[in-house]
């Protein structure tokens, strides 16, 4: 046991107890996609203790035996048995009232019974989801670790399972930091916990690490374009079907890494006709799998084209956030989000503002739903950090190689409201362009700036994006409505401008004629102003009303508010509708 066993005080002078952690966190680069592939799932009860100060690390509770508490030969601070039984996944916040405002680390620990199958089979730990920061240790050795609080991580088990019994340990961390993504100050809830689903997942010796298949941008609809990443560097041939276009076809392999271009005019996807093709992918005896749709989405001017025809996306913000399940979303949920948006009439969400749930998209595809997804590079990130860069850049890159294949999402957001300085434009045109090398099938876009005093959207940003996303609240936080046609009429973006927040608190069930600050009927006129400007403003091509479901943010908190940001057309029960969502349907019905 290290120092402990030889120094019982040495841990309370070691500062550098977490050094050497940071070395092992895994990456997008090792991120192995689902596939189609069955898992074994690792929800259910787990123990879990909460660890304060960190304790865990400075005493390497890992590294403990599993000794009965008789038969200890000194005293110890931690007992796996000791710990609550809590259900995976979940946030920690919601299962007692004295976890509600948690923040800092807890240990989970469950038993794996883990039997090897075919010869040179690997095991692979796929986690959805842990807020902010993981490490994971199997039979007290350290695996890896994880950190950006909304992205997957894959973790390979092969080396430390043994057969039979193992202990799986996950340390789960949601400090709220200056230098992380996003940084401390933010306005929505911080729950904490391994709150999306935890998988085992069994792949033969060399697998399909990351496919990706779309339609080529530019070629008339004509030509599909697919790549395949292997496990190792291996060469050889994998081979792509597309049963529905009789396309079969072999993708030769080199140092791991395949690609091809195939001549295919597949139906299109769109809204009205969200076609899906099931597509496989086979290299030696694994076998990836996904529904796909194809279509292309780019900006002419300040036209946004989908598919070549102009399209105003009309919809509106979600967040992740449930008075019951906090950050974990089930699929009942998802698709009430759905639901409720086809209801106002959207075909476009924005997924604020962090990479939700992998089912979202999925269902939005299946759906006809278009998506702004993006990453939490929200107010003011550390822009000066290079580690936090690092840590941006990869949670793009995991939501990329995540949600590559979904036909629904049409942008990748990188960044909300951040204050202009030349280490900001730096961070942000570097994501914009890692974005594009990723992804040269998405638009990329930002909640950009505007200038105060001249009232005109003003961010140098925008030369890096397909589409400048402005968060606007004339007529609440800047209370003259007014000021958004100066703000038109100043602006000549040259680029297509989506309104990718407005909107203004509303307490359901408070009334009142004129500017009565959180009344239904403020927030409701809200709109009727807001859309009067929009809809004949050529260049804006969108609008997100900010947003669908009140949701908790610990900023608010007047009586109208009670720890909840109060913008929802939706109360945060989900199902209590306030007047502006009549009213912003309707609006939404006439934009047509
Ligand atoms: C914004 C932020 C969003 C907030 C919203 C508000 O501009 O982007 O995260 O929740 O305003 O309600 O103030």
Known sequence: MGKAAIDPFAHLHDEGY????????????????????????LAGPWRMTLDLFDEGLRQK??????????????????????????????????????WTYFEGAAWYTRDLDWRSGASGERAFLQIAGANYSLLVFVN???????????????????????????????????RRRADRVPMHHFDWFNYGGLYREVELLRLPATFIRQAAIALVPGSGFRAIAMTVKLSDPVDG????TIPELGVEAS????????????????????????KLYEVEIRHGADLWRDRVGFREI????TTILLNGEPIFLAGACVHEDDVTLGKTSNEADIRRRIRHARELGANFLRLAHYPHHELVALIADEEGLLLWAEIPVYWAIDFGNAETYADAENQLLELVARDINRASIVMWGVGNENADTDERYRFMAGLATRARLADPTRLVAAACLINRERFAIEDRLADHLD????????????????????LVANSDPGKPVVISETGADAL???????????????????????????????????MAAWLLYDFRSERRQTGFQRGFNRKGLIAEDKTTKKAAFAVLAELYRNQG
């Open 298 to 301: 780019r900006t002419e001017g």
């Open 140 to 174: 007290g050795r350290f695996v890896g670790g994880h950190r950006g609080g909304s992205t997957p991580c894959s973790l390979e088990l092969t080396q430390a399972l043994e057969p039979g019994s193992n202990r799986l340990q996950i340390m789960v961390e949601n």
């Open 18 to 41: 977490a050094d050497g952690f940071a070395a092992g966190y895994v990456t997008a680069a090792t991120l192995v996609q689902g596939g189609g592939r069955p898992v074994e799932s």
């Open 237 to 240: 041939s994998a081979v792509i």
């Open 251 to 274: 993708v030769a392999i080199t140092a791991g890494e395949g690609r091809l271009t195939l001549e295919a005019a597949p139906q299109l996807w769109s809204p009205a006709s969200p």
């Open 508 to 542: 359901f069930g408070h009334r009142g004629a004129g500017r009565v600050l959180f009344s239904e009927d403020w927030q409701a006129e809200f709109y009727r102003l807001q859309m009067a400007v929009i809809a004949r403003t050529p260049w804006i091509r969108g």
């Open 467 to 486: 589409v400048i996303g402005i968060n606007e609240y004339f007529g609440w936080y800047e209370p003259d409505v007014a000021n958004l046609e100066r």
């Open 61 to 98: 509770w890992y590294a403990e035996d599993d000794t009965p508490p008789s038969q200890w030969p000194t005293p110890r601070d931690y007992e796996i048995e000791a710990g609550e039984l809590v259900q995976v996944p979940s946030c920690w916040n919601l299962l007692k009232p004295e």
